[in-house]
Structures are given as C-alpha cells and as structure tokens.
C-alpha cells in the first residue's frame, strides 16, 4: 500500500473536531466537558456513533474506556492501540484530548477508504477522566487500564459536590447501548500511540510540524491545610489574628518564587484553594490549596518539594499557624520508545513535515501505556502555546499534519 492510499480527509477531521466542540460549547468557543458529566456523556455517544457508522466495533470497560475496534487478518494478535480523552477542562478547549481520539479515528476510516487490510487489529480509544477536573487523579482511566489504580478505588472517589464516580459511570452506559464489556485491567497493546497538541509554543516558534516526545517530567503534588482561629473581622484585634487565609497568601507566594527560579525545566504552583468560614466577617480559619510541582529532572523536583517545605516551615514558626504539607502522586519520569520516536521522524520526513524531538511536561495518558507496550506520544503545534483555555488552538492543516503521521505509523505498526 501506498501512503497516497491512505489519504486523511483533513475537512471530515476539521469537522469532527467542531461538531465535538460544540458540545458543552462556551460562548468564548471552548468547550466544557467535565468527565462523566452530561455533556461528556453526550460526546462519548457521538463518538460512539461515529465509531459504529465507519463499521468499528465498540468496546467498553468498568472505568468507562471506551475500544472502537477496526479487524485485522489475525485477530488474535494484539491491537494496535490509537486514542487520548474527550472530557475537558472546567472549562478547556477543543482540541486537548479530542485531537488524539478523532485522528485516531479518521486514521481507520482512510484504512477502510483504501481496502487496506492489517495483520493486527487497529483500536481507537477515549480514555475516561484522563484531565482529573472532576474527579481525581487525572490520567484515571488509561492508569486504571494499565493495572497502575485500583478499579474499586476510584469508583469511590467524589466530585467537589459530593458525587461518586462509580454513580455517574452507571448513567453513563445506559447512553451506550450494543457495547460488549471489556476486561481490566486490560489486555497488553502491541503498539500505543497518542497524537496531542504541544501544549508550549517551541514548534510553533521554530517553525516545525511534529514533535516526537522522548520522556516525561518528574512530577509530585499535594495539599496544604493552614489551621488558624476564628474570630470577628471587625472586633478582633490585628495584632491577635491567626489567619489563615492570609499565610496561604504569602506561601503561595514563595511557592510562586520557588517555581520561578526553576523555569524553563520546572514549575510549581497553587491551582485550589478552599477558605472556612468563607465568611465575609469571619477570620479565616482553615484554608486548604493544592499544589503541583514538575521538572523534566527528578532530583531537582525534589529540591523543589524541598524549598516548598522550608517556606511551610518559616511561615508556620512566623505566624504561629499548625500547617500541615501533604505529598501525593509522585510520578517518575518516562521514557518513550526510541524505535517509534526514530520511526516518526523517519515517516515525517517522507510526508515533508519538519519534525523534531522534544520532551513534556504534563501528563498524559501515553505514561500509562509506556510501561505496557512500546508508546509513541506525538505533539504537533498550539497557537501560542496556550492550553487548558477557551482559547487553545490548532489549525486544520496542523490537526491534518498530525493524523497523516499517526495514519502512516498505525499502517507499519498493524503490519
């Protein structure tokens, strides 16, 4: 077969994207698909419907991964996995998540167009809660597949307003009628790969079309729990108050610092902040804040960590405040496979796209398959970098240069 053969029909991929948008769309274009929720549920089932109407058979497991499943001539050899998410930020933008999946999927509608048959099996794959604005952790389903979480755990686990997950999971299959159930953890992939926008502006600046992301970063985050005392904001003197609001105020600050001198490998920084009584003529006496630190080393994450400590210590002696500093999810860097980011280039350079090799900050859920089955995580550009915003954007042409290069690395990988 040809490359021509498998030709990516950049205006049904463009329109896909869209269509999806406009679900849970915001009035700044965004989109605002928390996972699992209604209108989450809602592009699950077009994607759903797509997946059926290009003659995939569907999937789907306890977490709520959703397998769209393409034959190959030996069905007993193990997929070809292409995928990323469609739930979104609170809100996100239309193209984080959804750009994986939808390419994905035109990638097995041009097999289709062009009679091209496969040896192995080609699956496309949304995984379920991979940004953890809703429920946490992120990168749920894809971890929970990989044997990574436990699935009875995050069943468990609620939203802010108190609903669990394992309630809205069951809302969300009746939706999806005529999907067999799958195993988990899930059967081992012969080859993983994930298209994403970048997320940074580095190719956009230097005016390049592909990335193949070499490894990830350190990453760890946690909490923060400041206990002070209650009083009367008009009454109590200043000189007595144990705020703490006012103590989250200055260690975010340090926090800030902290994160400052690390940049461009490392950043940190306070996202969540929940105040008691929240009161307007309350001193504030629990404040609570998440925290996240990454840096694309290990050793200076832990320094970092180690900086944010010493500023949780001084500011506790300082104002007299019990501060209590949480650690949780620690996450080592990942390496990708060396012969499928040498595989990219090569396929890029035959397609004339200028292609180059990078590593990621953020997470994604390429760090769950890594340590299955050989995983490609391929970036292509995001006007000025922005991310995780109503404003993210990726042109048509780069949404198309990103699936031919999926299309032709699926078409080797599938045999």
């Known amino acids: 077969m040809t490359r021509a053969q498998l030709a990516i029909d950049r205006d049904r991929l463009w329109s896909d994207l869209m269509t999806l948008g406009v679900i849970g769309g915001t009035a700044a274009g965004g989109s605002y698909r928390p996972a699992l929720s209604p209108a989450d549920r809602a592009g699950r089932a077009l994607f759903a419907h797509w997946a059926q109407e290009a003659g995939l058979a569907l999937r789907i497991d306890a977490i709520g991964n959703m397998f769209a499943r393409r034959e190959g001539t030996d069905p007993t050899l193990p997929p070809v996995v292409i995928g990323s998410h469609l739930d979104t930020q609170m809100p996100g933008g239309r193209f984080d998540g959804p750009l994986g999946v939808l390419a994905g999927l035109e990638v097995a509608r041009a097999m289709t167009r062009a009679g091209l048959a496969t040896r192995h099996p080609v699956e496309i794959v949304n995984w379920t809660n991979e940004e953890g604005a809703r429920f946490q952790p992120g990168v749920m389903g894809s971890a929970v597949y990989a044997g990574q979480l436990a699935l009875g755990e995050v069943l468990e686990r609620r939203d802010s307003t108190g609903v669990r997950l394992s309630d809205e999971m069951a809302n969300a299959r009746p939706g999806l009628s005529g999907i067999a159930d799958a195993p988990l ?14 997320q940074s502006a580095r190719l956009e600046t230097e005016g390049q079309d592909i990335a193949m992301v070499t490894r990830s970063s350190a990453m760890c985050s946690g909490y923060v729990s400041l206990h002070g005392e209650n009083g009367h904001t008009q009454t109590l003197p200043m000189s007595r108050r144990r705020n703490a609001l006012a ?4 260690l975010i600050l340090e926090i800030e610092k902290i994160g400052a001198g690390a940049e461009p490998d490392g950043m940190v920084g306070v996202s969540v902040i929940e105040n008691w009584p929240n009161n307007r003529v309350n001193v504030p006496h629990l404040t609570r804040m998440s925290w996240a630190v990454v840096h694309l080393d290990a050793g200076e994450r832990d320094r970092m960590v180690a900086r944010i400590e010493a500023a949780v210590a001084a500011i506790r002696d300082a104002r007299g405040l019990e501060i209590t500093l949480e650690h949780r999810h620690y996450r080592a860097p990942v390496a990708f496979d060396q012969g499928l980011v040498t595989t990219g280039l090569e396929v890029a350079a035959r397609l004339g796209l200028g292609a180059i090799t990078m590593p990621t900050l953020t997470a994604h859920d390429a760090l769950s398959l890594a340590g299955l089955c050989p995983t490609a995580l391929i970036f292509v550009p995001c006007r000025g970098g922005v991310s995780h915003s109503e404003a993210e954007w990726c042109s048509p042409e780069q949404a198309a240069n990103g699936a031919r290069l999926l299309a032709e690395m699926a078409r080797q990988a599938a045999g």
Do not use: T
């Open 247 to 250: 103590a989250a105020a200055e």
């Open 185 to 198: 953890p899930g059967p081992v992939p012969h080859r993983y790969l994930e298209l994403h926008i970048e």
